[in-house]
């Protein structure tokens, strides 16, 4: 029998740029199209540890099914890893329309002073954008302004830490330190907090809100209030993507 074709994981070469090797990951990621069965393939579990995520990774890869938008940030991690001058961190998106709510999350790169994403998402401008932003809120706000296409209103947007690039790290990866209830702030506030927060990422003086206990988050740049951790915080992830 005709096995289907399997699209060929990209491998990067000493000749290409960073941006040309981004475009070669998100192009294969499109070549696995975005998954509309309703069905997810892979379990992807939040709290697990960086190498059981890149282990999933590996298996997408090799089953070459469709993905949707956690997915495509796992894999972006594990297809970024092993290039240091590459940050990587996730982006995550509340929005509302037609009276429901709609969770969508991206891979953020930052990359020689610019800024970038990789992703899935049934809108074209929803999910990878180039690596030409100056900063972090620029690079918000034109997903801000994708989804005003589409008559969504962004809620809030989470901010998560540089993902480290030891495949086999026992931490889990850092999704929401930074939350802004955007749709109730000024532009200006919201560019403000952005580029403090990028400001200290950037320095890496920033820590896991996971080494502390119990898990703790930043809204709008306020001092820290405790709050528990969700037991399966990827259940609603991607379920209403209408991204």
């Known amino acids: 029998c005709v096995q289907p074709s399997v699209p060929p994981v990209p491998n990067y070469k000493l000749s290409m740029s960073i941006p040309e090797w981004l475009q070669a990951i998100q192009t294969y990621m499109k070549l696995l199209q975005y998954n509309h069965t309703g069905t997810q393939f892979f379990e992807i579990r939040k709290t697990r540890p960086l190498s059981g995520l890149m282990e999933t990774a590996k298996e997408m890869t090799r089953e070459s099914l469709p993905i949707k938008c956690l997915e495509a940030v796992i894999l972006g991690i594990y297809l970024t890893n092993g290039q240091p001058s590459v940050e990587r961190f996730p982006i995550s998106f509340k929005t509302h329309f037609s009276g429901n709510y709609f969770h969508h999350v991206v891979l953020g790169i930052y990359c020689n002073g610019r800024y970038g994403s990789l992703g899935m998402s049934r809108r074209s401008d929803l999910m990878d954008k180039p690596l030409t932003y100056r900063t972090l809120s620029d690079l918000i706000f034109e997903f801000e302004d994708s989804y005003k296409k589409y008559l969504h209103s962004v809620k809030k947007v989470k901010i998560g830490l540089y993902v480290?690039?030891?495949?086999?790290?026992?931490?889990?990866?850092e999704w929401k330190q930074l939350v802004l209830n955007v749709s109730k702030m000024m532009r200006t506030e919201v560019r403000k907090e952005l580029e403090k927060f990028a400001r200290d990422m950037r320095m890496k003086i920033l820590k896991p809100s996971s080494a502390h206990s119990p898990m703790?988050?930043?809204?709008?740049g306020k001092s820290l209030s405790p709050r528990r951790r969700q037991g399966s915080p990827q259940r609603r992830a991607c379920r209403r993507d209408k991204s």
Not at 166 to 173: A, G, L, V
């Open 164 to 173: 480290p690039h030891e495949p086999h790290s026992f931490q889990p990866i």
């Open 216 to 220: 703790k988050e930043r809204p709008r």
